[in-house]
């Protein structure tokens, strides 16, 4: 009987050592197991209804770089960046005595969030379309680097830093529901709604 039993132990482990695996049939998708992180994207975000937010493509301008690489990198642009605008904030009330040492903090701070930006959703597909506000806006941003750091001009620095405000404000603007129009309408209304709520009896 033991005897039997050994063998018996013997065949199993022989057919377990000499089974391949079925392939699944052409066509069906074959899913990672979860939290496996095989591909380049986490599973957390692949599965049904849930997706990354940016596209799952490798960026060519990235090529070694991994997702966790990529949000590592992105967090430490992110985290220089309120440094750096939070150095600004501090200048903020010296800003006629520092205007320049103001100008470079935040565009600092703007260059490190661009970058996070850039880290998150891919170099090449940030610049495959850039639009006319955006362009504007990094011409202003390396104006007013140029200027503080290359001529160290307190003049050019803040003129600049004026240009990169006010690209920053219309590209706000022209992201909003009806742009630049639509804010003009509501303020006429709210003017209207002023005038009248003064010309009532108190």
């Not at 596209?55 to 060519?60: G, I, K, N, R």
């Amino acid at each position: 009987m033991a005897d039997l039993g050994r063998q018996l132990h013997e065949y199993l482990a022989q057919s377990k050592a000499t089974a391949a695996p079925v392939p699944p049939p052409a066509g069906v998708p074959q899913e990672e197991p979860a939290g496996s992180g095989a591909g380049p994207w986490p599973s957390a975000f692949s599965g049904p209804g849930r997706r990354w937010p940016w596209a799952a493509e490798a960026d060519p301008w990235l090529p070694g770089l991994s997702l966790w690489q990529r949000l590592a990198g992105a967090a430490l642009c992110l985290l220089l960046a309120a440094f750096c605008f939070g150095l600004a904030a501090l200048y903020a009330p010296l800003l006629l005595l520092r205007a320049r040492k103001f100008a470079l903090l935040w565009s600092l701070g703007s260059l490190c969030a661009l970058l996070a930006a850039a880290l998150l959703r891919g170099p090449s597909r940030l610049l495959r379309e850039p639009s006319r506000g955006s362009l504007l806006y990094a011409a202003a941003l390396g104006g007013t680097l140029y200027a503080a750091l290359g001529l160290r001009s307190t003049a050019l620095t803040a003129l600049g830093a004026a240009a990169q405000l006010g690209t920053a404000a219309a590209a706000l603007l022209g992201a909003l529901p009806g742009g630049a129009g639509g804010i003009r309408r509501l303020g006429g209304l709210l003017g209207v709604a002023l005038r009248r709520g003064a010309a009532l009896p108190v």
